[in-house]
């Protein structure tokens, strides 16, 4: 599928000495990143490390309490939030994705709004649907197109299997295939983190993150390499588990235990 073109200059995201605590927990402890051109970056650890947190940072939404955020000058930035935003119910589908371009550039010419819809599973009639007669998953996939429809050259993805069905995602991972771009992505979903990232930065306590080169079988070889087995599961060595994650109320947990029935998916578990 082809992708949103928009152009990149040298400078990109640039973090430098973050530090982010709330109260007495420490979410980030002097991080210091600068992202490449084009990487995709997957961030994983427990429910409550800083996750979101950190990208929220990146995008201006929360103030790192030491440190700075430098972006560059042709940085567009994309963010898909795990919550959908207010929608007006009386739009149209098609008219919420003009409100954000009637085309956009692909490095094999321009895509109308009415095209990108189609390929996100919109046909011509649900095009003039109003909105509040959508599912929610619908609402959250309509929320995806027009995010990827203001051309950012940085896509920021919180939790983005989240309430997308099957077919949605795997939508999604073919456009990332071909996205001229930085991705960063918080997930559980360890097949999306195999499909889509070439780094993982692990929350690993105390505020500190840990670099593993390639996608999570990568990162969980890596760690049973240096922890021995059972020490690649998200959260292991965090203190974390799945009854410690109900515990404290976060109701992702019930996600976490999800098994999705995508096609070539026994190995499509969440971690």
Do not use: W
């Not at 109003?130 to 998953?137: C, D, H, I, Q």
């Not at 292991?236 to 515990?247: E, N, P, R, T, V």
């Not at 947990?253 to 190995?267: I, S």
């Amino acid at each position: 599928m082809d992708s949103v073109e928009t152009r990149m200059g040298k400078k990109t995201v640039e973090l430098h000495h973050i530090s982010k605590s709330y109260g007495d927990k420490v979410i980030l402890d002097d991080f210091d990143y600068i992202v490449l051109r084009n990487q995709r970056l997957g961030i994983i650890g427990p429910n409550g490390c800083g996750k979101s947190t950190l990208i929220r940072i990146i995008d201006g939404m929360v103030e790192p309490d030491s440190g700075t955020v430098e972006i560059g000058e042709t940085i567009r930035i994309g963010y898909f939030a795990q919550e959908v935003p207010d929608m007006d119910g009386n739009q149209r589908v098609i008219d919420y994705i003009r409100d954000v371009a009637e085309f956009i550039p692909t490095r094999d010419g321009k895509i109308s709004a009415s095209m990108m819809l189609e390929r996100f599973l919109f046909d011509s009639a649900m095009q003039y649907t109003p909105v509040a007669k959508l599912s929610g998953g619908e609402k959250r996939r309509l929320y995806l197109l027009k995010v990827l429809m203001e051309a950012p050259n940085v896509l920021l993805l919180d939790e983005p299997s989240n309430d997308l069905d099957i077919p949605t995602l795997t939508i999604l991972e073919d456009y990332l295939s071909t996205f001229s771009g930085i991705v960063i992505t918080v997930s559980h979903d360890r097949y999306f983190l195999d499909d889509v990232v070439d780094r993982i930065f692990a929350f690993e306590g105390n505020g500190k993150l840990t670099q593993y080169e390639g996608g999570y079988t990568d990162y969980a070889e890596a760690k049973a390499r240096k922890y021995g087995a059972g020490s690649s599961e998200i959260g292991a060595g965090a203190g974390s588990s799945l009854s410690d994650k109900a515990a404290s109320g976060n109701n992702s947990t019930e996600d976490e235990e999800k098994k999705p029935t995508r096609k070539r998916l026994e190995a499509r578990t969440e971690v």
